[in-house]
């Protein structure tokens, strides 16, 4: 059947700065690349300028200009969708079923990966909200902000006017959640139930936000996925940003004196003299910005400075994928080892504690293939588990806890990566080929979808088509397990976790990248 477009009956909206219109289509009122604020260079975000007349809101807007060059690969297992950069990026989309002031929607705001340097709000074909708005019955709103240099960079001790430039990114997307509290109702949202969901640096971003006192109230429950900070992944480095962007002056030969020449430099020029001069003063140690700085306005992330008491007050649901940083191809196929091939390959891994570590991975996933014990992650599932237990302490609100340890059809049954559960939380499958398993993917595609929009319409994710899935305890982590079948496992891979910390070396993301890149 035909699916419907609109545009002419669609009504205006009076948004607090001026009038908007989008557009329908299948049911779903579309209005894309929303100003939500407007900000001078490494300056914090302004309300934006009223206009006369009415805006058409059928375009995405910019997204925040990168460090370097996208290059597109492993398309099959993230699809990409690129866009036009510029650094007034300070937009939001909406996809409602619903212009209705009553209708009270809950509203689902999604804060994208990229950790604090790239990626965009319509970065992954998955982002794409119109699914979960149609199936989910809520308002989905999606958000670019400041990013890198432009978002994460410390001037503060050049001048008052840059005192908070190192969190302009976070700052952004406190001004959106602020557009969104002044104006959802008009897009049928309820501005008193609003969820944050993230992926990776989204993930950080909704912890961020929560360590963020101005966001109070702002938002009241929160989805991290693969996204808990420890400072292992992303290390803080101390100090300010003289160190950093004093080499940057030096680079561009521009005299201290005139600080506010950055303001004007093309971006370009800006982020190659940030290229250049980056690494060395990282290997002395010293800030080099990139992720948000701990101040008045932004209080550290949980795990570090440990939880405000408004932040424990936020319902959460934390979770990781089984492979995370797996994206590699193996130089073998699982399917066709045979016992002693398997043998020598973990062994060639975990020598002396081959055994030991067979074991143990055998007791938590009696399922997977045990060379699978390879492509487990540890970088995103140990502190997901110690941030739900650290929340639990609080005793103010519930954390759950899950892990997506679904097996796809590629390369011999490849394990679950970074971003893989991407699709199934925003009902997107069908818009992400790999992610489709006949007999399969719908099924758990319905039961992830689901529980995230039980956990936006109440504070805890139970549904029918699940087993009941217990919030976690500061003794106990029940772990809802996403897979072919799902199930609730509990501190079962306690052991497991722990051996793998001691006898591997520290996870190197910048290594990783490297061994990808070649």
């Not at 993230?78 to 300070?90: F, I, K, L, S, T």
């Not at 005139?258 to 690494?279: D, F, G, H, S, T």
């Not at 489709?436 to 994710?461: C, Y």
């Given at each position: 059947?035909?699916?419907?477009?609109?545009?002419?009956?669609?009504?205006?909206?009076?948004?607090?700065?001026?009038?908007?219109?989008?557009?329908?289509?299948?049911?779903?009122?579309?209005?894309?690349?929303?100003?939500?604020?407007?900000?001078?260079?490494?300056?914090?975000?302004?309300?934006?300028?009223?206009?006369?007349?009415?805006?058409?809101?059928?375009?995405?807007?910019?997204?925040?200009?990168?460090?370097?060059?996208?290059?597109?690969?492993?398309?099959?297992?993230?699809?990409?969708?690129?866009?036009?950069?510029?650094?007034?990026?300070?937009?939001?989309?909406?996809?409602?079923?619903?212009?209705?002031?009553?209708?009270?929607?809950?509203?689902?705001?999604?804060?994208?990966?990229?950790?604090?340097?790239?990626?965009?709000?319509?970065?992954?074909?998955?982002?794409?909200?119109?699914?979960?708005?149609?199936?989910?019955?809520?308002?989905?709103?999606?958000?670019?902000?400041?990013?890198?240099?432009?978002?994460?960079?410390?001037?503060?001790?050049?001048?008052?006017?840059?005192?908070?430039?190192?969190?302009?990114?976070?700052?952004?997307?406190?001004?959106?959640?602020?557009?969104?509290?002044?104006?959802?109702?008009?897009?049928?949202?309820?501005?008193?139930?609003?969820?944050?969901?993230?992926?990776?640096?989204?993930?950080?971003?909704?912890?961020?936000?929560?360590?963020?006192?101005?966001?109070?109230?702002?938002?009241?429950?929160?989805?991290?996925?693969?996204?808990?900070?420890?400072?292992?992944?992303?290390?803080?480095?101390?100090?300010?940003?003289?160190?950093?962007?004093?080499?940057?002056?030096?680079?561009?030969?521009?005299?201290?004196?005139?600080?506010?020449?950055?303001?004007?430099?093309?971006?370009?020029?800006?982020?190659?003299?940030?290229?250049?001069?980056?690494?060395?003063?990282?290997?002395?140690?010293?800030?080099?910005?990139?992720?948000?700085?701990?101040?008045?306005?932004?209080?550290?992330?949980?795990?570090?400075?440990?939880?405000?008491?408004?932040?424990?007050?936020?319902?959460?649901?934390?979770?990781?994928?089984?492979?995370?940083?797996?994206?590699?191809?193996?130089?073998?196929?699982?399917?066709?080892?045979?016992?002693?091939?398997?043998?020598?390959?973990?062994?060639?891994?975990?020598?002396?504690?081959?055994?030991?570590?067979?074991?143990?991975?055998?007791?938590?996933?009696?399922?997977?293939?045990p060379v699978d014990v390879l492509a487990l992650d540890r970088i995103f599932r140990l502190?997901?588990?110690?941030?739900?237990?650290?929340?639990?302490?609080?005793?103010?609100?519930?954390?759950?806890?899950?892990?997506?340890?679904?097996?796809?059809?590629?390369?011999?049954?490849?394990?679950?990566?970074?971003?893989?559960?991407?699709?199934?939380?925003?009902?997107?499958?069908?818009?992400?080929?790999?992610?489709?398993?006949?007999?399969?993917?719908?099924?758990?595609?319905?039961?992830?979808?689901?529980?995230?929009?039980?956990?936006?319409?109440?504070?805890?994710?139970?549904?029918?088509?699940?087993?009941?899935?217990?919030?976690?305890?500061?003794?106990?982590?029940?772990?809802?397990?996403?897979?072919?079948?799902?199930?609730?496992?509990?501190?079962?891979?306690?052991?497991?976790?722990?051996?793998?910390?001691?006898?591997?070396?520290?996870?190197?993301?910048?290594?990783?990248?490297?061994?990808?890149?070649?």
């Amino acid at each position: 059947m035909a699916k419907i477009f609109c545009y002419d009956e669609v009504p205006v909206i009076q948004t607090k700065a001026g009038k908007i219109k989008g557009y329908k289509y299948d049911g779903v009122y579309i209005f894309k690349g929303i100003a939500y604020a407007k900000a001078k260079r490494f300056q914090m975000p302004e309300p934006v300028d009223a206009w006369e007349g009415v805006k058409e809101t059928a375009s995405y807007g910019f997204v925040c200009p990168l460090l370097t060059q996208e290059t597109p690969s492993a398309e099959l297992l993230v699809p990409h969708r690129y866009w036009p950069q510029d650094e007034n990026c300070q937009n939001l989309n909406i996809w409602t079923n619903s212009l209705e002031k009553g209708a009270k929607k809950p509203v689902m705001v999604w804060l994208h990966g990229g950790g604090y340097t790239a990626g965009s709000a319509i970065e992954q074909e998955a982002y794409d909200g119109f699914s979960m708005c149609d199936n989910g019955d809520v308002v989905v709103v999606t958000v670019n902000h400041r990013l890198n240099i432009l978002g994460f960079l410390d001037l503060s001790p050049f001048g008052e006017k840059y005192r908070n430039s190192g969190n302009a990114g976070l700052a952004d997307l406190v001004a959106a959640l602020k557009w969104i509290q002044e104006n959802i109702t008009e897009f049928g949202g309820d501005p008193d139930n609003v969820t944050l969901f993230g992926q990776s640096g989204g993930g950080m971003k909704v912890t961020g936000l929560m360590q963020i006192p101005e966001a109070d109230g702002l938002f009241h429950k929160g989805i991290i996925m693969s996204g808990v900070s420890d400072g292992k992944l992303l290390p803080m480095l101390s100090g300010d940003g003289r160190e950093i962007v004093t080499a940057m002056l030096n680079q561009l030969s521009i005299p201290e004196s005139e600080i506010e020449r950055l303001e004007m430099l093309p971006y370009y020029e800006l982020a190659q003299a940030y290229n250049k001069v980056c690494m060395s003063v990282a290997q002395k140690g010293a800030y080099i910005g990139g992720m948000p700085i701990v101040n008045d306005y932004y209080k550290g992330e949980p795990l570090i400075t440990g939880f405000r008491n408004h932040a424990a007050t936020i319902p959460l649901m934390v979770g990781s994928v089984f492979g995370e940083f797996a994206f590699a191809p193996a130089s073998f196929n699982k399917q066709e080892l045979t016992k002693t091939q398997t043998e020598e390959i973990i062994k060639s891994q975990f020598g002396e504690h081959t055994e030991k570590v067979r074991e143990l991975f055998a007791k938590a996933y009696p399922e997977k293939h045990p060379v699978d014990v390879l492509a487990l992650d540890r970088i995103f599932r140990l502190p997901s588990k110690e941030l739900v237990k650290l929340h639990a302490k609080e005793k103010k609100a519930p954390a759950y806890l899950y892990e997506f340890t679904l097996e796809f059809p590629y390369q011999n049954g490849k394990v679950a990566w970074h971003c893989s559960d991407i699709p199934f939380i925003f009902h997107n499958t069908h818009r992400v080929e790999i992610s489709n398993i006949p007999g399969i993917s719908d099924e758990l595609e319905k039961q992830i979808f689901e529980a995230a929009m039980q956990f936006a319409r109440t504070g805890n994710p139970n549904h029918d088509g699940l087993p009941q899935w217990q919030p976690v305890t500061p003794e106990e982590a029940p772990t809802m397990i996403f897979d072919r079948k799902c199930e609730v496992r509990h501190n079962f891979d306690d052991e497991l976790l722990k051996i793998l910390e001691e006898i591997l070396p520290p996870f190197n993301l910048a290594a990783m990248i490297q061994d990808m890149q070649h």
